[in-house]
């Protein structure tokens, strides 16, 4: 398999999952935080050692051909336009979503909310780069352990044909889960639907964030 070199925007537990599984994979991980000397990050330098970067936004994606974007929704407007010029040309993972950590847990309801992407404001300040929607739609859990009594769960992903699609299915299969195409840009809020629905079960109806993830059954 080849080998290609990651920034992680964000060392939260999806970041962190995600970049610790794709360096044990052989690829060359960058990590771009706000405080490369916070506790969080570390903590994580200490987990994986000093050959992996953790240093600002801008250090990890001057050494990166593809950026998986981790950050909090919130902020994700102020990291993209910032970074504008670094991001445009590069495969771009949007894995954030547009809400309030804890709110819809504990209010049981959906914030009224255009939409849960970051599709727009990427395309807004990086034209040029090929962006996917992925691991957007689990908790950290689901990447940390895929399996569920032996079965292994489904990632529904969307995003442009060609070399990128096979580079992303290949990174998916790397965290240990099975890659499933819903299509183009176009499908876009179908992804994120899937994130309603795993909220609704997960959260919701409180079945647990690491009892609850998808998969397609063909026959």
Request: charged share 20%; aromatic share 6%; hydrophobic share 45%.
């Amino acid at each position: 398999m080849p080998s290609f070199r990651i920034a992680i925007l964000g060392a939260g537990p999806i970041g962190s999952t995600l970049g610790r599984k794709w360096a044990e994979a052989g690829h060359t991980v960058a990590f771009g935080v706000k405080d490369p000397s916070s506790e969080r990050a570390q903590s994580l330098r200490a987990d994986l050692g000093e050959h992996i970067l953790i240093g600002s936004p801008a250090e990890a994606l001057s050494q990166s051909d593809i950026v998986l974007l981790a950050v909090p929704g919130a902020i994700v407007e102020e990291i993209v336009a910032t970074h504008a010029q670094l991001l445009d040309h590069k495969m771009i993972i949007d894995a954030t979503n547009q809400l309030t950590k804890g709110k819809a847990a504990s209010t049981k309801e959906w914030q009224n909310l255009v939409s849960l992407n970051s599709l727009s404001t990427i395309q807004a300040h990086a034209p040029h780069a090929r962006v996917y929607r992925a691991f957007n739609s689990y908790g950290w859990e689901a990447f940390a352990d895929p399996l569920y009594q032996g079965v292994q769960a489904d990632l529904f992903y969307c995003g442009p044909d060609g070399d990128g699609q096979t580079i992303l299915e290949q990174l998916i299969a790397e965290i240990g889960l099975y890659p499933v195409n819903l299509g183009g840009l176009d499908q876009i809020e179908v992804v994120d639907n899937v994130l309603r629905l795993w909220v609704t079960l997960a959260l919701f109806q409180g079945k647990g964030r690491g009892n609850i993830a998808l998969k397609v059954l063909t026959r």
